[in-house]
């Protein structure tokens, strides 16, 4: 663990496995055993409690979510939204091991022109409206038409509850062509 903190202490399921110094420019780590439930690292400066992170162990897939990288394109046939999809389980806490298919679907004023996810040996198609998770997460690229309005992307894989979100595609003049 790296941290430009004095020291660091490691819980498993609320008991601590050590706290260990920091050296300058360094980094700490233990040998921990699997086991389900709650990792925390806790780091300290001075002798006091500065910064805490906790990761828990995921139950099944139960939802997709998504998020974009804006609330609104330019709809001139050529702005993109990013459209990332990532599964959950029923407390909300991320599945990092899903790998289920994500079906895509844009309704109104766009249209997906990509897909990824991240993994570099996969050989699905890029162009396509639908990508197997890599990490629980993977992404379509929406482009926006011609047209101004409200842009729906939705998300759906069997066994999922499915998400969708609203992109607003604002008035635009096109580039010109040469």
């Not at 709650?38 to 139950?59: H, N, P, W």
């Not at 990490?135 to 729906?152: M, P, Y």
């Not at 499915?162 to 607003?168: D, L, N, R």
Request: aromatic letters at 4%; proline letters at 5%.
């Amino acid at each position: 663990m790296h941290s430009n903190l004095d020291s660091v202490e490691l819980l498993l399921n609320g008991a601590s496995l050590g706290s260990e110094p920091v050296p300058k420019q360094g980094h700490v780590a233990w040998k921990v055993r699997y086991a389900p439930g709650t990792i925390e690292a806790r780091g300290y400066k001075g002798g006091k409690l500065v910064q805490s992170a906790k990761r828990e162990t995921a139950g099944p897939a139960t939802r997709i979510l998504l998020h974009t990288d804006r609330d609104w394109i330019a709809a001139d046939g050529e702005d993109v939204v990013m459209v990332d999809a990532r599964i959950v389980d029923a407390q909300n806490r991320p599945v990092d091991t899903a790998d289920e298919l994500i079906n895509f679907a844009a309704i109104g004023s766009g249209v997906i022109i990509g897909v990824g996810n991240g993994d570099p040996s996969s050989h699905e198609l890029d162009k396509a409206t639908n990508r197997k998770l890599f990490s629980g997460r993977c992404v379509a690229i929406v482009q926006a038409t011609g047209s101004a309005g409200a842009l729906h992307v939705e998300a759906s894989s069997p066994g999922l509850a499915s998400a969708s979100v609203m992109v607003s595609c604002r008035p635009a003049t096109p580039r010109a062509s040469a």
